[in-house]
């Protein structure tokens, strides 16, 4: 095959976008931790979706404009590291086919190697045995392939980027010693592999179809526009629980959870079973929710905007709600729960986009929030190292706005930063102190353990309670309580003043108030209890 033209490439899209689908759950039981938070999978799973369910939309003869309209959506579509990462893969193949109608071999060669350079460009500091090393040895030895045996065929180019792709992630545990470790290869690595495979699968006359089990949900649906903000997604589905869904499930707190997204809400359990129904403007969300606690007997999205369409046609048009007031400035944050949403509100945050471990939000969530806005300078505080990228990527997008991106990774550090805001002081002044505030404030959360492992020689089994103190593991036993009184024990020292201990749904206050008495029993630190209601993690701790 000596070229692609536009409708091979749309197969091409669409099979890589299917074999990403049918292997999202794998690639998330790739995580490196413990903890029930892997959702690289879902993560590329939506990014890739949100951008080729544009591009098979486009009509355009040339593969030029089918890669522009496939980069926008997933520019805007990314969601996690893992997402946005992929985003500009795809982002430098367009820049170096964008003025073609079809691709040839040698530049279907160079196209990837463009992709994997930009990528690499757009991180600060790349980390080798991840995708961005998958994706550069593949494109080079593919590259240097295809120049020296002067190769003519597409389906040979592709075969080999698949070969030599699979090659360099089965090496990431070398360059990762955390993955040797724990005995699994990069998971954003893995999911590039899957998308590279679909598209060779389609080169051959083979376009990869969703399997049963992923074709239920329209997983590009992430936002609707103008009226749909009203009715969004009706979103139903009934779960039979898992081991931990079994262990852990509230229908209380599976209901405050589901209201951080959506109204309407209705959560009944009969023993394994849960039936579920919220109506939102983020389905997939509710739908991750619900994948955390068990398996979908029963998943149904529908369009609710769809069935108000000829009402509102005869309805007067509305007048437009009237702009913000201006200001100087004006703070986005990301918040996992109602409860750590009101603190961040409380401390003068404008916009709480919802979201946190498990739940990024993407970069068009980002842009969204920026234009509800009217300040002169915007600062975004993502509170997790997943959601930076995405972040500093709607900074780009929002180019002629002044846009400050402060790279705080936890919650306590993005609390920090909101209690040391001034807003009478200078730009230059708020950012210095608000960095000052996130480098000095110390974090910590505990959860509980979906497998057994080991993390830098702790041993740590299933069910169990980690305590997780910056970025390590350092605390795995059976008890809760324990497992947080251990983790305070490396947190404090004589120096610490303040701890800031938010409670989550897994949690309530009566344990929150034995950590905070056994933090006053062993130092002089003041204690600062919230309901954070949070998912995921029983305990959040900061402390200054």
Same mark, same amino acid.
């Given at each position: 095959m ?32 413990? =903890?029930p ?10 990014t ?8 098979? @939309?486009?009509?355009?003869?040339? %593969? ?18 893992? *997402? ?12 170096? %086919? ?9 530049? $279907?060669?160079? !196209?990837? %190697? +463009?992709?994997?350079?930009?990528a ?8 080798e ?10 494109? /080079? ?5 295809? =120049? ?30 955390? $993955?040797?470790?724990?005995?699994v ?6 999911g $590039? ?17 969703l ?14 526009? *103008? ?5 969004? &997604? ?14 852990h ?16 809400i ?8 849960v ?8 389905? @997939? ?12 007997? @029963? ?5 609710m ?28 944050t990301?918040?996992?729960?109602s409860?750590?949403d ?43 190292? +997943? ?11 929002? #180019? ?16 920090s930063?909101?209690?040391? &805001? +001034? ?15 996130? /480098? ?16 830098? *020689?702790? #041993? ?17 036993c ?9 983790l ?12 800031? $201990? ?13 950590? !905070?008495?056994?933090? #006053? ?14 998912? %995921? ?5 900061g402390?200054?």
């Amino acid at each position: 095959m000596e070229s692609i033209n536009s409708g091979l490439l749309k197969d091409m899209l669409k099979s890589g976008m299917n074999n990403l689908a049918n292997h999202s759950a794998e690639i998330d039981a790739l995580n490196v931790f413990p =903890v029930p938070d892997g959702d690289t999978g879902t993560n590329m799973n939506l990014t890739f979706s949100n951008g080729v369910k544009d591009a098979l @939309k486009e009509d355009a003869p040339t %593969v030029g404009k089918i890669c522009k309209t496939l980069s926008r959506g997933l520019l805007m579509g990314a969601r996690g590291n893992s *997402g946005v990462i992929t985003s500009q893969i795809f982002r430098g193949f367009y820049q170096a %086919v964008e003025d073609l109608e079809e691709i040839d071999a040698m530049q $279907l060669a160079n !196209a990837l %190697v +463009n992709g994997s350079r930009v990528a690499y460009r757009a991180v600060m500091r790349p980390v080798e045995g991840t995708i961005l090393t998958v994706v550069r040895e593949a494109a /080079d030895y593919t590259y240097a392939y295809t =120049v020296t045996e002067e190769v003519e065929d597409c389906v040979a180019v592709m075969q080999k980027m698949v070969e030599e792709a699979n090659e360099s992630l089965l090496r990431t545990p070398e360059l990762l010693p955390v $993955l040797e470790e724990v005995g699994v290869v990069d998971s954003g690595g893995k999911g $590039l592999c899957v998308i590279l495979e679909g598209f060779l699968s389609a080169l051959k006359g083979e376009v990869v179809e969703l399997s049963e089990s992923t074709s239920n949900v329209d997983a590009s649906q992430t936002r609707v526009e *103008g009226q749909e903000e009203e009715y969004g &997604f009706c979103t139903e589905f009934i779960l039979r629980l898992n081991e931990n869904g079994m262990r852990h499930f509230s229908e209380e707190q599976f209901r405050e959870e589901l209201a951080t997204i959506g109204n309407s809400i209705v959560c009944v359990q009969d023993e394994d079973l849960v039936k579920v129904h919220v109506h939102t403007l983020e389905p @997939k969300t509710a739908i991750k929710m619900g994948k955390r606690q068990g398996r979908f007997v @029963k998943l149904k999205v529908e369009n609710m905007q769809e069935q108000h369409d000829n009402i509102l046609e005869k309805e007067e048009t509305l007048p437009e709600s009237a702009p913000q007031e201006h200001k100087k400035y004006a703070i986005i944050t990301v918040a996992p729960g109602s409860g750590v949403d009101a603190m961040f509100k409380e401390l003068r945050a404008d916009v709480v986009i919802g979201g946190g471990q498990t739940m990024n939000p993407s970069t068009e969530d980002f842009v969204s929030a920026i234009a509800k806005l009217n300040a002169d300078h915007i600062l975004i505080l993502p509170n997790n190292s +997943n959601i930076v990228l995405a972040a500093q990527q709607a900074q780009q997008v929002c #180019e002629d706005q002044d846009i400050h991106v402060l790279p705080t990774k936890t919650i306590p550090q993005g609390l920090s930063a909101c209690v040391m &805001f +001034n807003p009478e002081v200078e730009l230059e002044e708020n950012l210095e102190e608000m960095q000052e505030a996130i /480098d000095h404030v110390k974090s910590g959360e505990v959860t509980y353990a979906i497998k057994d492992t080991t993390y830098e *020689g702790l #041993e740590i089994k299933k069910d169990e309670y980690m305590g997780i103190f910056g970025k390590d593991i350092v605390v795995s036993c059976p008890d809760c309580l324990e497992a947080t009184k251990r983790l305070v024990d490396r947190m404090l020292d004589e120096d610490s003043e303040l701890v800031t $201990l938010i409670y989550g749904q897994e949690s309530n206050e009566e344990q929150a108030q034995v950590i !905070a008495d056994y933090i #006053e029993e062993i130092s002089e630190a003041e204690v600062e209890i919230h309901d954070g209601k949070q998912p %995921v993690y029983s305990f959040i701790l900061g402390v200054e």
